[in-house]
């Protein structure tokens, strides 16, 4: 039975992605998210939700701006986010 609530790797490496662009260390963001390059290749990868809250922390720690989230989550695209993106992109409304 499972235990830990995992997530998607794919959340993770977008949120990578986007520390590298506001000029934090690639290798300091995968130190934070405790995770390697390998893990980052699994398409069907999953990880426990708590490295991709820990790799929020740093990055919110390193980059003191109120408008932090506002910022990283409006450069990503729907499709960016798997099923549940293609659900919204093909839904008129939320129900």
Not at 2 to 7: A, F, H, Q, S, Y
Not at 19 to 33: D, K, W
């Given at each position: 039975m499972?235990?830990?609530?995992?997530?998607?790797?794919?959340?993770i490496?977008?949120?990578?992605?986007?520390?590298?662009?506001?000029?934090?260390?690639?290798?300091?963001?995968?130190?934070?998210?405790q995770?390697?390059?390998?893990?980052?290749?699994?398409?069907?990868?999953?990880v426990?939700?708590?490295?991709?809250?820990?790799?929020?922390r740093?990055?919110?720690?390193?980059?003191?701006?109120?408008?932090?989230?506002?910022?990283?989550?409006?450069?990503?695209?729907?499709?960016?986010?798997?099923?549940?993106?293609?659900?919204?992109?093909?839904?008129?409304?939320?129900?």
């Open positions: 499972l235990t830990t609530e995992t997530g998607r790797i794919e959340a490496r977008l949120l990578i992605e986007q520390g590298e662009l506001l000029g934090l260390p690639r290798t300091q963001l995968l130190g934070a998210a995770v390697d390059e390998v893990d980052l290749l699994d398409p069907d990868g999953r426990p939700v708590s490295k991709y809250w820990d790799l929020w740093f990055i919110a720690r390193e980059v003191p701006d109120p408008d932090l989230g506002l910022k990283l989550c409006g450069q990503i695209q729907v499709r960016d986010t798997g099923v549940v993106g293609y659900a919204m992109l093909h839904s008129a409304n939320l129900r």
